[in-house]
Each structure stands twice: as structure tokens, then as C-alpha cells.
């Protein structure tokens, strides 16, 4: 796996659920993923990565979706930190691209130069 971004997006989807790593490790406890908090640690720093098994424990628990896009494992990757949009959302970001003759008005609507 060795994947840099793993570590990252770990600790933000934790922090942004405002879990402590008590609250991790005892989800993993609850599907028989058997961790010390140090463990966790260490895959939120870098210095280890889960099991790929318990990756995806966690990306559950973390109701990450599209684990690809996540990880950085696709070319579209254009934001710095890993966010959830809605289907809203990601249709407006859609259709935006679509139009290309749009982007102006868009763009004077939302005072961006």
C-alpha cells in the first residue's frame, strides 16, 4: 500500500467526526480489529498503515465513499484536503465544467477574478 496520503486522511476524517482514538480503536475492537491506541497513532503520522482490511473498516466508519478519490489514487484529485460533497454539489461542479461558456457569469456571480 504505502500510500503518504493515508495518514492524512485518517486524521481528518477522525478529527472532523470529533473522534478520539479511544472512539477509534473501540470501533475496531467492535468488528474484531484488535489495535492498540499507539497503533493508530502511528497510522495517523505516517510511521505505519493499516491492513487493507482495516482500511476499510475505516473508511466506513468514516463514511469516506469514494476511497480512490480519497487516497489520491486518481488523476482529478484538485483539492488539499479530502472533502465530502453532496449530490448537489458534485452535479454543480459537473455541469459547471461542462459549460465552459458559463464560467464567466459564474465567476462575476461569485466575485472571483
Known sequence: MNNPNIAHV??????LYGLSIK?????LQSK?????????????SGRTQ????TLMTLCAFYNIENILDAFGYTANTEFDLPIRLSKEEKYIIESYRRMPAMKGAVKKLLEVE
Request: aromatic share 18%.
Open 10 to 15: 485518517l486524521k481528518y476524517y477522525r478529527k
Open 50 to 53: 493499516p491492513r487493507a482490511d
Open 32 to 44: 474484531d480489529i484488535f489495535v492498540e491506541e499507539k497503533t493508530i497513532y502511528g497510522w495517523e
Open 23 to 27: 472512539e477509534v480503536r473501540a470501533h
